[in-house]
């Protein structure tokens, strides 16, 4: 670990960054360069162990970062976590971080970026001991932008949850959720599930049904907001849909939050079919 230097205390950012800006990146042919080669071939022979990428033949295409990454898109090859273990990026440290950590029991990431790099639920789920002992999951997103219409939201598939047998409690903040692959029986694999917070949020209709279907909830909290809904057109419901969605917790359900009313135009003509609209 290296302590950065003094930078601007409000950067700023148009896409993803791939790596420290403090220290260039290492090579394998580099003097010096055996204590990188090291923890490279620690990283990567735990990866294997895990089950997170196969063995590969040769480590040779690892040598540099993709020059042909698509903004936006997550990467899903071995190759692709391979070659961010190469060269420290975050999100490859994070996989291999947790799914090492069996017990864990309370996950919280504050931040997450607009610009996805890895697919976490695709190697995550390569794994026997990732994430299965998981009761609280916490996922903040950052925002870019001034809450204008054209700014970039974070966006996730939240397929995640179809690898934690027994969360209890879910909090999204500032996340646009779509384009979910279901499974054919439509509900998550643990039925454990009591807390909901969904703030500043926008949850496709299908999804949501997944996520509360069969479930005991207590806590139910919902409150949209104009980016999110912008970038997620499928999230929009009725009373209906909510009333249908909560089935199973009517019995269960102790506080319930839905679309606030909010002065403010733009946000009531998405809101005018939620429950507090009348």
Known sequence: MTI??????????????FMSIDRPPPRFGDKGS????????????????????????????TLALRAD?????TLKADVDLIRQLRHGVEDAHF???????????????????PYPILDWHHFLSRSSTALQAL??????????????EED??????????????????????NISAQGHRHNAEDT?????????????????????????????????????????MNANKDAMFSEEHIAAHLESSKR???SLTLYPVLDSAPLRKYFEAAWFAS
Request: glycine share 6%; proline share 5%; aromatic share 4%.
């Open 4 to 17: 950065p230097e003094q930078e601007d205390e409000s950067p700023t950012s148009s896409g993803p960054r």
């Open 34 to 61: 055996a204590t990188s080669m090291y923890m490279f071939n620690l990283f990567l022979g735990a990866a294997i162990e895990i089950g997170l990428v196969i063995k590969p033949t040769s480590t040779d295409r």
């Open 69 to 73: 990454a698509q903004m936006g898109t």
């Open 95 to 113: 996989i291999l971080l947790i799914a090492q950590l069996p017990q864990l029991e309370k996950l919280l990431i504050d931040g997450l970026s």
């Open 135 to 148: 009761k609280i999951l916490n996922l903040w997103g950052s925002r870019v932008g001034t809450q204008r």
């Open 152 to 173: 970039k939201v974070v966006k996730t598939t939240l397929q995640i949850l179809d690898i934690l047998p027994n969360l209890e409690h879910l909090q999204l903040q």
């Open 188 to 228: 998550l694999p643990s039925k454990k599930l009591r807390i909901v917070v969904f703030h500043d949020c926008a949850v496709r209709h299908r999804l949501l049904k997944k996520i509360a279907d069969g479930q005991r909830i207590r806590t139910f909290h919902y409150t949209a907001a104009i980016l999110q």
């Open 252 to 254: 269960s359900l102790r």
